[in-house]
């Protein structure tokens, strides 16, 4: 039986009187691809946020990398990678100045950072781009950084929040590939997606809709159960109950 690196159950999130995660519960296993998706508000933000530490639930429990997420939600924080929609990259610092100071806040000694600063800049074909400020950085380019500096560490789960968002094709591809890398590393990736090209690329998928997980399953059985010969039609399908947000 492979390791559990997330388990929830009936994880719960209220704002006032409206439930953004409605009593949620799931496993994640070392190693997997772990695909969150769901519709514009759905809960998968909010969601994701009690898993890494940064929210408190309302109710229910569970535990990431080991950890309690209501009573250990520090240790979680510094056992996990996280890259947010908005990502974390100081834009008026330099591509080392990053990692740098990533490295720094992961715990990893001076010695550590600079030597794994070469082999980071080689691998990703970046080291003309050493002293360049981030913000000059393409998109595409500043996802695969920040991608990077959350698993600099070499955490046991990283999380991805829509990290591919508004580049090509092409490049979304890349980027995956590099998903796939750190997943054979034994690196957990739990990733919210809006595209369902990738939510086919996913060992396993949850499809969340206002707040509730509706479906979870590998993506050929969700195909299977939903009768459809895409992921887009299985959304589809379950979206169409939604009340959030797509009005
Ligand atoms: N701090 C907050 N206070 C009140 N409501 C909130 C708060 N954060 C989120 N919500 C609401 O909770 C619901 C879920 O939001 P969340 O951002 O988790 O959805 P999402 O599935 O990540 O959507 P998106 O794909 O647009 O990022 C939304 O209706 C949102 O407006």
Redesign the pocket.
């Known amino acids: 039986m492979s390791k559990k690196v997330i388990e929830v159950s009936d994880l719960t999130?209220k704002?006032?009187s409206?439930t953004?995660?409605d009593h949620i519960s799931f496993n994640v296993e070392e190693g997997e691809i772990f695909g969150f998706l769901?519709?514009?508000?759905?809960?998968?933000?909010?969601?994701?946020?009690m898993l890494c530490g940064i929210s408190m639930p309302t109710a229910g429990e569970g535990t990431v990398a080991g950890y309690d997420i209501i009573k250990e939600n520090e240790l979680i924080k510094r056992n996990i990678g996280y890259m947010s929609?908005k990502f974390s990259l100081y834009e008026d610092l330099k591509v080392w100045e990053n990692i740098r100071l990533f490295g720094g806040i992961y715990g990893l000694s001076g010695k550590e950072i600079a030597l794994k600063t070469d082999i980071l800049l080689k691998k990703l074909d970046f080291e003309k781009e050493r002293n360049t400020l981030v913000k000059y950085l393409p998109l595409g380019w500043k996802q695969k950084l920040a991608f990077s500096v959350a698993i600099f560490h070499e955490p046991e789960i990283v999380f991805l929040?829509?990290p591919t968002g508004g580049v090509d094709p092409a490049m979304r591809r890349q980027f995956w590939e590099m998903i796939y890398d750190a997943s054979d590393r034994g690196i957990t990736v739990f990733v919210?997606t809006?595209y369902m090209d990738e939510a086919e690329y996913c060992n396993r998928v949850s499809i969340?809709v206002d707040?509730r997980i509706e479906a979870l399953d590998s993506p050929s059985e969700l195909r299977r159960q939903f009768k459809a010969e895409t992921m887009d039609e299985v959304f589809r399908k379950l979206a169409r109950k939604a009340e959030?947000?797509l009005k």
């Open positions: 999130k704002f006032g409206f953004a995660v769901g519709a514009n508000g759905a809960g998968k933000t909010t969601a994701m946020q929609q929040d829509e919210t809006h969340m707040g959030r947000g």
